[in-house]
Every structure is written in structure tokens, then in C-alpha cells.
């Protein structure tokens, strides 16, 4: 009889600390920081800034001669691909890496080996930088993609300055050289903890 009650007793416990939909929460907190309406939101305003790119090569298209309509939207796709492969590659390191280059204490450069080939950066939870949370509510891929769309988006409204006094090659190399040298340090300054 007293095992009976003592199982009972246990039964009861077990299925009280079950139903503790605080427990529950407090763990899926813990383990879920992912908000789907910011998660929604940072994915429609990536796509919308992605979509900014082919507007801006109809745009340049309509404002130059028919001999160069080709080049010019030719030029911001090429930049489309260009520059979100470099900045999977390291440049999303170099803006948004651990500090890694200072000059009189300030840092101005990410480390290019925290991301690099985005490693680290996954779907599942925010994006972490020496254990710390860099931003919260959202995968860490959707924010590398949504700072990637803006690295993209700048060497093409720059690509408007030079419409037909530059080649496509050296366009190609000014385009990577500026990401590297000048976007992802003024990136980190801004948004990398620099």
C-alpha cells in the first residue's frame, strides 16, 4: 500500500513539472531566440534590396546611349554575383569580424578568419561573435544576406560614375578592390563594433 501511494505521489510530481508551461517556455526561449516576424520582416527587406539592384541597372540603362545599355545593366548584375561570392568568402568577416587590426586602439578591420566561408553563421540561431549575440530575433545567414545586398547595391550605384570610361576587367577589379579596402573597413567602423 505505501508503494502504491509513494508511486502515486511520484506520478503526480512527474506530471505537474510536465505541465509547468513555464518550464516549457523558459527552455524554448533558451533554445528558440529566433522571432519569426523579424525573421519575415529581415527577409522581405533583404529581397527588396536585392531587388534594387536590377532597378538600378534599368535605370542606368535608360540614362545612357543605346551602345551602352548592354554594358551598363551587364555591369550591376556582374556586380550582383561578384561581390555576394567575395562577401561569403571574407568580406562579411572582415565588416562584421572579431577585431583584428588596430591602429592606436581603435579597430578597424574584422578578423578574416571568424566567418570566413561563413563559418559559424547558420540558420538555426543569431549570429555570434566570441559567444556574444551580434543581433537578436533573426538567423544569422539572413543577416549576412541582408548586409550582403547592400555590399552589392554600392559598387553598382557607383558603377554610374564611369559608364563608358571603363572596361569591363578593370571595372571587375575596381569593384572587388573598393569592397575590400574601403566598404568593409567604413562597414566595420559602423556596424562591426570598430
Given at each position: 500500500m505505501a508503494t502504491t501511494i509513494a508511486l502515486a505521489n511520484a506520478t503526480s510530481a512527474v506530471l505537474a513539472a510536465a505541465n509547468d508551461t513555464s518550464?516549457?517556455?523558459?527552455?524554448?526561449?533558451?533554445?528558440?531566440p529566433i522571432s519569426g516576424g523579424d525573421t519575415t520582416f529581415?527577409?522581405?527587406?533583404?529581397?527588396?534590396?536585392?531587388?534594387?539592384?536590377?532597378?538600378?541597372?534599368?535605370f542606368y540603362s535608360g540614362m545612357v546611349g543605346t551602345e551602352s545599355t548592354v554594358t551598363v545593366?551587364?555591369?550591376?548584375?556582374v556586380s550582383l554575383g561578384l561581390i555576394f561570392v567575395l562577401w561569403v568568402v571574407v568580406a562579411f568577416s572582415l565588416t562584421?569580424?572579431?577585431?583584428?587590426?588596430?591602429?592606436?586602439?581603435?579597430?578597424?578591420?574584422g578578423d578574416p578568419s571568424?566567418?570566413?566561408?561563413?563559418?559559424?553563421?547558420?540558420i538555426y540561431e543569431p549570429l555570434q561573435r566570441a559567444s556574444q549575440?551580434?543581433?537578436?530575433?533573426?538567423?544569422?545567414?539572413?543577416?549576412?544576406a541582408f548586409q550582403a545586398m547592400f555590399a552589392v547595391i554600392t559598387p553598382a550605384l557607383i558603377s554610374g560614375a564611369f559608364v563608358d570610361?571603363?572596361?569591363?576587367g578593370?571595372?571587375?577589379?575596381?569593384?572587388?578592390?573598393?569592397?575590400?579596402?574601403?566598404?568593409c573597413p567604413l562597414g566595420y567602423w559602423n556596424w562591426g563594433g570598430g
Open positions: 518550464a516549457v517556455a523558459a527552455t524554448a526561449a533558451a533554445t528558440q529581415m527577409f522581405l527587406s533583404t529581397l527588396l534590396v536585392q531587388f534594387m539592384t536590377p532597378g538600378l541597372a534599368l545593366m551587364f555591369q550591376s548584375f562584421f569580424g572579431t577585431p583584428w587590426i588596430s591602429v592606436g586602439g581603435y579597430y578597424f578591420l571568424t566567418y570566413f566561408m561563413l563559418r559559424g553563421v547558420t549575440v551580434v543581433v537578436k530575433g533573426f538567423p544569422g545567414m539572413l543577416f549576412m570610361r571603363l572596361r569591363f578593370p571595372y571587375m577589379f575596381f569593384i572587388s578592390v573598393w569592397l575590400l579596402l574601403v566598404y
